[in-house]
């Protein structure tokens, strides 16, 4: 059985979070693990879902290159 301690948790991106300010989203922050006897550090990202523009009126375009 694979043991793993969590070593950091990611917080948000402060760029990401201006560009995305006129939509609705949610942010799952990321971590860092260590797999114990080991060496090892796996890393899950931070995650940004964006579901919708604030305003039913908005007419806002997020462009992600």
């Known amino acids: 059985m694979f043991e793993f301690e969590i070593i950091q948790e990611l917080k948000p ?3 990401i979070l201006e560009i995305i300010k006129n939509y609705e989203y949610t942010v799952e922050n990321g971590i860092i693990k260590h797999l114990k006897a080991t060496n ?3 890393i899950e990202p931070t995650e940004y ?3 919708y523009p ?3 009126s908005s007419k806002s ?3 992600l290159y």
Request: proline fraction near 0%; charge should be negative; avoid cysteine.
């Open 49 to 51: 879902l964006i579901t």
């Open 13 to 15: 991106n402060d760029e």
């Open 40 to 42: 090892l550090h796996f």
């Open 54 to 56: 604030k305003s039913a």
């Open 61 to 63: 375009t997020l462009w």
